[in-house]
């Protein structure tokens, strides 16, 4: 056999070995966002954030409820912008110079959430995710997947479920 031949194969066999490793990892696991919301982290997944914008200028639309604080056009696409704070029941997100909004899609709705901090994006392995009963919330127990304890945290942040937030009954004014 010719040696470059043999040393092509294991090559070829090594990447393949890291590839299905690497594709292995990732099936035990959900990449998450973490965010700070009235002194507190939540977690949101990942797969669901399509973008991170500087909370800037919300249009004001009448008669909604005080937790929807209006739309933002966001590259030719109206969105509108939902305060994660009341929504879960906590004080109202404040708008200081760290305030974000994440740009979430869910069955083809988008909604931005606004947070007064992104914390950063990480790994959490789902067999370290507990059930929302484990740990005492004052979130509404209905938006909540769970409790994970992020690898660069030192406490519990709440994981959220994004789906039942945008499709939620808080969430679907004047849609049927």
Known sequence: MDPTQIIQEMREE?????????AEGEEDRDQVLVAEVGGERFALGAQ????????????????????????????????????????????????????????????GVRTAFLVEA?????????SRVRSPESLQSAVKAEYVKGHVAPVKEEKWVTYLDVDRMVHGPELMVGRK
């Open 48 to 107: 669901l954030c399509k973008t991170i914008v500087k909370a800037g200028r919300v249009t004001r639309v009448p008669r909604l409820p005080s937790h929807m604080l209006g739309v933002i056009n966001l590259r030719g696409q109206i969105i509108s912008v939902v305060d994660l704070g009341q929504l879960l029941g906590l004080p109202s997100s404040s708008a200081g110079p760290k305030a974000r909004l994440v740009v979430t899609e869910s069955r």
């Open 14 to 22: 090594y990447w393949r070995e890291i590839s299905s490793a690497e």
């Open 118 to 126: 992104v914390v950063g994006i990480e790994w959490v392995e789902k």
